[in-house]
């Protein structure tokens, strides 16, 4: 029997190129190449034409020149005559703090309420159960407002501030608190402060290693934290208290001295976290639910007492399940900050996507920048989450 | 003694088994058991009963016991109660549900509205009567809603400008929705592909919309755009957001596909290859009806973020329900009611995203064959 001699016909026809599953591939990319590079010439070209249209100078120069406008919330020193730079960097400080602040209280809250939701208390976790949907199932935006039309309408004005403690003021012009004033001699106890988690980093190791090696266990949380605690405490008491606080007193109509907490503020950090702690919470239920009993019941087996079962054998693999989506929420959480502008707190969308935006007519620059910025930092979470997923995840097979 | 006499009745073995004492059955069990079973769960539970006394019975007072429903403004209701002034729901509430759309034509909207719950029913229940037909109707629906809500066939046109309220939250999120699910998929197929550049490209697609805010694309879409088309080319902003918000939620469908995709054993493909299927036919046939059961959570989620995501619009100057409310309380006679407002409205959401939340553990219930690894 003669075999088939498949190389018969020497050319190639057209039509079996779509039939080859390597040659349609390859015709499908090219033609998508090509048709996004028209897309973008399209839009290059037409951007070109808009500019040239319209007159409009291009470039980042503008940073440079004054703002002429004013940001009520300013971490560093500011003021309508700094450039706009200065305000994108002020916007930039104010995102990154109501993004801090929210991640701290939204962990708390989330994992407050993860924990209760799982309660054998019947009460409580349909009490968490309640507030999780109510939370998630309400936009955002809403919330924020909220929060924010119950401060400034429900709270009483400055004259008549509740004081919940000496020097504690809460008003719909804010929440004034004694602000910090620090003396020279306080970098020792930041010193201080560094050797202690230094040498308290050092001990859990070293309590590791011996308890491995000899099965001598150290109270290592005891210590630690009398250590972190205790050190810098000591040298603040010897080097003879270098910080004064300065206390806010009643003015006229509004607060001086110490420092205010904006309602701006506080509505979209209270809005944020608690909105980011419904999802949170949900997380952490799910993260700990995924620990099969088994485990549970195999440490009780050895022996292991049920705080300790939760910290050694329980925590540990929730926390495997646990952290990729609560990373993706911190993110949402930056992103959802963004909202900020509606209740005029003065983060970056505002400043140099709003403001600055407005008075310069740089809609092309300014937008760059704002989406710049957020696409690098989200960039680079997820490239620590992916390096992290790596490092954490169960190796088989 | 007499006890003693009745036990003796019964051979030994042979006692017919006493009911639990009294502590250890019925609600005493329970409410020992679920509510007062270790020192700790005695303090919870009567911190949630003190938590429950401080927040229903003043909340109760304000929403219905001393609230006012019928007013003329703000003043008026404040004499007749202390608590929330629904008056100004009332008052405004069409105006809440329609924006400016002309009142003359209203009556489009709700047969719009009542067309779309008849076009949903078919595709939620498998069991309704006639399905076929109505998956039909279903998918010449968003024709003949777009002809409903902008006019044309004989119809007066309305501007995009006039849409306002509940309608335009609907008609973003459902716009929304029909369309960004068809999209993700195909960009999840595309990030899973073997062809570099379509990959390529659909990763970076995936990345930058998922990277930036959505009020910054809204920004973009509203500032920027002018700059991308031709000179002099019209685009009516709504539709700019509706493209915008599609774009937002499929990026985010993708992911959750792609993740639905992953989780199919590879051994999936290969028979269908040795079946001798075809790319589209193995995926339309074998892979996609497989990942998306499972990915039907993270895609209800999906959408429920894009409906809420929807209030957004009022940024760039949509009148959604919130946008308007503004518009409501800069009217003097209306002054410093947000609070009953912004309730109002809340109360809107949560019903229909609690609602899809349901509906979603209901599909999920009733897709499970039991293969769960």
Same mark, same amino acid.
């Given at each position: 029997?003669?075999?088939?001699?498949?190389?018969?016909?020497?050319?190639?026809?057209?039509?079996?190129?779509?039939?080859?599953?390597?040659?349609?591939?390859?015709?499908?990319?090219?033609?998508?190449?090509?048709?996004?590079?028209?897309?973008?010439?399209?839009?290059?070209?037409?951007?070109?034409?808009?500019?040239?249209?319209?007159?409009?100078?291009?470039?980042?120069?503008?940073?440079?020149?004054?703002?002429?406008?004013?940001?009520?919330?300013?971490?560093?020193?500011?003021?309508?005559?700094?450039?706009?730079?200065?305000?994108?960097?002020?916007?930039?400080?104010?995102?990154?703090?109501?993004?801090?602040?929210?991640?701290?209280?939204?962990?708390?809250?989330?994992f407050?309420?993860?924990?209760?939701?799982?309660?054998?208390?019947?009460?409580?976790?349909?009490?968490?159960?309640?507030?999780?949907?109510?939370?998630?199932?309400?936009?955002?935006?809403?919330?924020?407002?909220l929060?924010?039309?119950?401060?400034?309408?429900?709270?009483?004005?400055?004259?008549e501030?509740?004081?919940?403690?000496?020097?504690?003021?809460?008003?719909?012009?804010?929440?004034?608190?004694?602000?910090?004033?620090?003396?020279?001699?306080?970098?020792?106890?930041?010193?201080?402060?560094g050797?202690?988690?230094?040498?308290?980093?050092?001990?859990?190791?070293?309590?590791?290693?011996?308890?491995?090696?000899?099965?001598?266990?150290?109270?290592?949380?005891?210590?630690?934290?009398?250590?972190?605690?205790?050190?810098?405490?000591?040298?603040?008491?010897?080097?003879?208290?270098?910080?004064?606080?300065?206390?806010?007193?009643?003015?006229?109509?509004?607060?001086?001295?110490?420092?205010?907490?904006?309602?701006?503020?506080?509505?979209?950090?209270?809005?944020?976290?608690?909105?980011?702690?419904?999802?949170?919470?949900?997380?952490?239920?799910?993260?700990?639910q995924?620990?099969?009993?088994?485990?549970?019941?195999?440490?009780?087996?050895?022996?292991?007492?049920?705080?300790?079962?939760?910290?050694?054998?329980?925590?540990?693999?929730?926390?495997?399940?646990?952290?990729?989506?609560?990373?993706?929420?911190?993110?949402?959480?930056?992103?959802?900050?963004?909202?900020?502008?509606?209740?005029?707190?003065?983060?970056?969308?505002a400043?140099?996507?709003?403001?600055?935006?407005?008075?310069?007519?740089?809609?092309?620059?300014?937008?760059?920048?704002?989406?710049?910025?957020?696409?690098?930092?989200?960039?680079?979470?997820?490239?620590?989450?992916?390096?992290?997923?790596?490092?954490?995840?169960?190796?088989?097979? | 003694?007499?006890?003693?006499?009745?036990?003796?009745?019964?051979?030994?073995?042979?006692?017919?088994?006493?009911?639990?004492?009294v502590?250890?059955?019925?609600?005493?069990?329970?409410?020992?058991?679920?509510?007062?079973?270790?020192?700790?769960?005695?303090?919870?539970?009567?911190?949630?009963?003190?938590?429950?006394?401080?927040?229903?019975?003043?909340?109760?007072?304000?929403?219905?016991?001393?609230?006012?429903?019928?007013?003329?403004?703000?003043?008026?209701?404040?004499?007749?109660?202390?608590?929330?002034c629904?008056?100004?729901?009332?008052?405004?509430?069409?105006?809440?549900?329609?924006?400016?759309?002309?009142?003359?034509?209203?009556?489009?909207?709700?047969?719009?509205?009542?067309?779309?719950?008849?076009?949903?029913?078919?595709?939620?229940?498998?069991?309704?009567?006639?399905?076929?037909?109505?998956?039909?109707?279903?998918?010449?629906?968003?024709?003949?809603?777009?002809?409903?809500?902008?006019?044309?066939?004989?119809?007066?046109?309305?501007?995009?400008?006039?849409?306002?309220?509940?309608?335009?939250?609907?008609?973003?999120?459902?716009?929304?929705? @029909? &369309? +960004?699910?068809? $999209?993700?998929?195909? =960009?999840?197929? %595309?990030?899973?592909? /073997? *062809? #570099?550049?379509?990959?390529? !490209?659909?990763?970076?697609?995936?990345?930058?919309i998922?990277?930036?805010?959505?009020?910054?694309?809204?920004? @973009? &879409? +509203?500032t920027? $755009?002018?700059?991308? =088309?031709?000179? %002099?080319?019209?685009? /009516? *902003? #709504?539709?700019?957001?509706? !493209?915008?918000?599609?774009?937002?939620?499929?990026?985010?469908?993708?992911?959750?596909?792609?993740?639905?995709?992953? &989780?199919?054993?590879?051994?999936?493909?290969?028979?269908?290859?040795?079946?001798?299927?075809?790319?589209?036919?193995?995926?339309?046939?074998?892979?996609?009806?497989?990942a998306?059961?499972?990915?039907?959570?993270?895609?209800?989620?999906?959408?429920?973020?894009?409906?809420?995501?929807?209030?957004?619009?009022?940024?760039?100057g949509?009148?959604?329900?919130?946008?308007?409310?503004?518009?409501?309380?800069?009217?003097?006679k209306?002054?410093?009611?947000s609070?009953?407002?912004?309730?109002?409205?809340?109360?809107?959401?949560?019903?229909?995203?609690?609602?899809?939340?349901?509906?979603?553990?209901?599909?999920?219930?009733?897709?499970?064959?039991?293969h769960?690894?």
């Amino acid at each position: 029997m003669a075999a088939v001699d498949y190389q018969q016909q020497p050319g190639v026809k057209l039509s079996e190129l779509w039939v080859d599953k390597r040659s349609r591939g390859v015709i499908i990319q090219i033609i998508a190449l090509i048709l996004l590079l028209l897309f973008i010439g399209f839009i290059v070209n037409n951007t070109i034409n808009n500019l040239k249209l319209l007159g409009v100078e291009t470039g980042y120069g503008f940073l440079n020149e004054p703002s002429n406008y004013d940001i009520n919330q300013r971490p560093i020193e500011y003021s309508s005559r700094s450039s706009h730079g200065r305000a994108a960097l002020v916007g930039i400080l104010n995102t990154a703090i109501v993004a801090g602040a929210g991640i701290v209280l939204a962990t708390i809250l989330g994992f407050v309420a993860g924990v209760l939701r799982l309660s054998g208390n019947w009460l409580i976790s349909r009490l968490v159960y309640v507030w999780v949907e109510l939370t998630r199932n309400v936009p955002l935006l809403l919330q924020i407002l909220l929060w924010h039309g119950i401060i400034v309408h429900s709270l009483p004005r400055p004259q008549e501030a509740l004081s919940p403690a000496d020097g504690f003021f809460l008003s719909n012009r804010g929440f004034s608190v004694p602000s910090p004033q620090f003396e020279p001699g306080f970098w020792a106890v930041v010193i201080a402060l560094g050797v202690a988690v230094a040498g308290a980093i050092w001990f859990a190791g070293y309590a590791k290693r011996v308890q491995e090696q000899t099965g001598k266990h150290y109270p290592v949380f005891t210590i630690n934290l009398a250590l972190v605690v205790g050190l810098p405490l000591i040298v603040f008491m010897a080097m003879g208290v270098p910080l004064t606080l300065d206390w806010p007193e009643l003015r006229g109509f509004n607060f001086r001295g110490g420092v205010t907490v904006r309602p701006e503020f506080m509505a979209l950090w209270l809005a944020l976290s608690f909105y980011t702690a419904a999802f949170i919470s949900e997380n952490v239920r799910a993260g700990i639910q995924a620990v099969s009993h088994g485990q549970t019941e195999a440490s009780y087996a050895l022996g292991l007492r049920p705080n300790w079962t939760m910290r050694l054998v329980i925590l540990p693999q929730a926390l495997r399940v646990i952290i990729p989506p609560l990373i993706s929420q911190y993110l949402n959480l930056t992103k959802n900050s963004s909202l900020a502008i509606a209740v005029g707190y003065m983060d970056i969308v505002a400043t140099i996507g709003g403001i600055s935006l407005n008075q310069t007519g740089r809609a092309l620059e300014c937008m760059s920048i704002v989406l710049g910025l957020y696409l690098a930092f989200s960039l680079f979470i997820s490239t620590v989450m992916n390096w992290y997923n790596k490092r954490v995840a169960l190796v088989e097979r | 003694m007499s006890e003693q006499t009745v036990e003796q009745k019964y051979a030994p073995g042979t006692h017919p088994s006493l009911p639990p004492p009294v502590a250890d059955r019925g609600a005493i069990k329970w409410v020992r058991e679920n509510l007062f079973s270790s020192p700790t769960n005695i303090v919870l539970t009567l911190l949630s009963i003190y938590l429950l006394y401080a927040i229903i019975p003043p909340l109760v007072d304000w929403m219905l016991i001393n609230s006012v429903f019928d007013a003329g403004s703000r003043n008026e209701c404040w004499e007749k109660g202390s608590g929330a002034c629904w008056a100004i729901v009332v008052v405004r509430f069409d105006q809440f549900v329609y924006g400016f759309y002309p009142e003359e034509e209203r009556w489009r909207v709700i047969l719009a509205f009542l067309l779309l719950i008849a076009a949903l029913v078919p595709i939620l229940y498998d069991k309704t009567p006639f399905r076929k037909l109505g998956l039909v109707f279903s998918g010449v629906y968003p024709i003949i809603a777009y002809f409903l809500l902008w006019g044309g066939l004989g119809l007066a046109h309305v501007e995009s400008a006039k849409f306002g309220g509940f309608m335009l939250t609907l008609t973003i999120g459902v716009t929304g929705i @029909v &369309a +960004s699910l068809p $999209l993700g998929i195909l =960009l999840a197929l %595309g990030r899973r592909s /073997d *062809l #570099l550049i379509l990959r390529v !490209i659909c990763v970076c697609f995936i990345e930058f919309i998922r990277g930036v805010p959505l009020i910054t694309l809204l920004f @973009v &879409a +509203s500032t920027l $755009l002018n700059y991308f =088309l031709p000179p %002099g080319t019209y685009f /009516d *902003l #709504l539709l700019r957001v509706l !493209i915008m918000v599609t774009l937002f939620s499929a990026a985010y469908i993708a992911e959750v596909v792609r993740g639905g995709l992953q &989780a199919i054993p590879k051994g999936q493909t290969e028979a269908a290859q040795a079946l001798g299927l075809s790319y589209w036919k193995n995926m339309g046939l074998i892979i996609l009806p497989q990942a998306l059961k499972i990915s039907i959570p993270g895609i209800v989620n999906t959408f429920i973020g894009l409906y809420k995501d929807t209030t957004l619009v009022v940024i760039i100057g949509l009148l959604d329900p919130i946008g308007l409310s503004q518009a409501v309380l800069a009217d003097s006679k209306w002054q410093g009611l947000s609070t009953e407002i912004y309730v109002f409205i809340a109360l809107f959401f949560f019903v229909s995203c609690f609602a899809m939340s349901r509906y979603s553990i209901y599909l999920e219930k009733k897709l499970e064959t039991g293969h769960k690894r």
